[in-house]
Structures are given as structure tokens and as C-alpha cells.
């Protein structure tokens, strides 16, 4: 099972918004809504950030956006603030019984 | 509140064993299935494999097929993984989550465990 492609960086000032990709196959991203975002600052752990593609858990920003189409699953941060600077990586439930993560987006904040 | 407490930093040597405890509070450890993902220094997250707490039920990724054995102590409430045959590019730091079977997310993480394979 090969990782989820992601681009290694994405950048903006703050207030603009960005969005990461994350590319799968017909037997991960295109198959299932089982699509998740996590959030991770250096030395922590990862934390949820966005569930079943688009769905937002409690005492998450609103800032934060999920999307899918066809194999491709998409993250948007709305109004980048400082605090949103962290690796951002997605995942997915396989056709395999199994998951799989992405490569991981390293977020800057200009 | 929802917690997962990891066991603390490991050295071992290649060819050894290694075994992670993650003990789990705030709520019915039965209903949720643990996820045990790895991140090796300055690289992505990794998937290891799961267990259903409730059923026993396990999986692991095929990368691991062979090396890799969950368990849990219902009366614990603790979830162990057990990877043997080390090598150095085991080297990293694992982590247990908690899933709920059939919604595809992990809601709550471990703090890490720093498994280090060395001679």
C-alpha cells in the first residue's frame, strides 16, 4: 500500500487562505468516505483535525475545511493564522481492511 | 476525560524485542478498536495495525506481517504492541490511538513512545 500524496510544502500570509491535496487510488480515497486530517506541531502528537472527509470534531476551527473528488481528498485552512503552522497529514480506510497515510504538507505561516 | 497513557522511552538492540504498553481511561474500552501508527525521525506517519478491544480481532500492515502482535487486557484496559526482530529503521516513535470500528478516524492519540534501535 503506497502512501497518499501530498506536497511537501504549502505557504501564506496571514488571513489568505490555502488548501493541501491528497491524492489516493480507487482502492483508498476514491472508495471510501473515511477520509481524516491530522494536525501535527513539532514533538507532539498528532490531533485530529477533520473526519469522514468533511466533517469538523468538536472545538475544531471552523477555519478548517474538508473536500473529495473522485481519488483526490482536499484540506482548506480559511484566514491562516500563526498557530496554524504545522504538518497537516491526511488518511484513509482501504479497500484492504487496512489504513493508509500521506506523505505529510509542512504549513508555513509567512 | 479520554486518555491514553504510553509506556516510557526504549534502547534496544537489533534483533531484539520490544513490547508498548498504552493504557486507556475515560470510557468503554471494549466499544473502540486501538490504532498503532510510527513516525520515524523527521519522516511521515506510518500505519502499524489495529485491535479490536472488544473482540480480540487484529491487523496489521503487510509491511509488518510477521513482526508485529497486538493484545489488550480488558480488565486493564491496556493495549500492547509487541514488534520483534528490530532493526535499526525501526527506529521511531509509536503511537496508540483510539478508532471507533466503522467511522475511519482516530479521535484520541498516546503521547509516543521513542523506540531506539541501536548496536
New interface residues.
Given amino acids: ?1 503506497s ?1 497518499l500524496t501530498q506536497p511537501a510544502s504549502v505557504s501564506g500570509s496571514p488571513g489568505q487562505s490555502i488548501t493541501i491535496s491528497c491524492t489516493g487510488t480507487s482502492s483508498d480515497v476514491g472508495t ?5 486530517w ?1 494536525q ?1 506541531h513539532p514533538g507532539k ?4 483535525t477533520i ?2 472527509v468533511t466533517r469538523r ?1 468538536s472545538g475544531v476551527s471552523d477555519r478548517f475545511s474538508g473536500s473529495k473528488s473522485g481519488n483526490t481528498a482536499s484540506l482548506t485552512i480559511s484566514g491562516l493564522q500563526p498557530e496554524d503552522e504545522a504538518d497537516y ?1 491526511c ?3 482501504t479497500t484492504s ?8 504538507t509542512k504549513v508555513t505561516v509567512l | 476525560q479520554v486518555q491514553l497513557v504510553q509506556s516510557g522511552a526504549e534502547l534496544k538492540k537489533p534483533g531484539t524485542s520490544v513490547r508498548i504498553s498504552c493504557e486507556a481511561s475515560g470510557y468503554t474500552f471494549r466499544t473502540y478498536s486501538i490504532q498503532w501508527v510510527r513516525q520515524a525521525p523527521g519522516q511521515s506517519l506510518e500505519w502499524v495495525g489495529w485491535i479490536n478491544a472488544g473482540t480480540g480481532q487484529t491487523r496489521s500492515s503487510q509491511k509488518f506481517q510477521g513482526r508485529v502482535a497486538f493484545s489488550r487486557d480488558t480488565y486493564a484496559t491496556t493495549a500492547y504492541m509487541h514488534l520483534s526482530s528490530l532493526r535499526s529503521d525501526d527506529t521511531a516513535v509509536y503511537y496508540c490511538s483510539r478508532d471507533l470500528p466503522d467511522t475511519g478516524f482516530f479521535d484520541y492519540w498516546g503521547q509516543g513512545t521513542l523506540v531506539t534501535v541501536s548496536s
Fill in positions: 500500500q502512501a471510501y468516505d473515511y477520509v481524516s491530522y501535527q502528537a498528532p490531533k485530529l473526519c469522514q470534531p497529514y488518511s484513509s480506510y481492511n487496512t489504513y493508509v497515510f500521506g506523505t505529510g
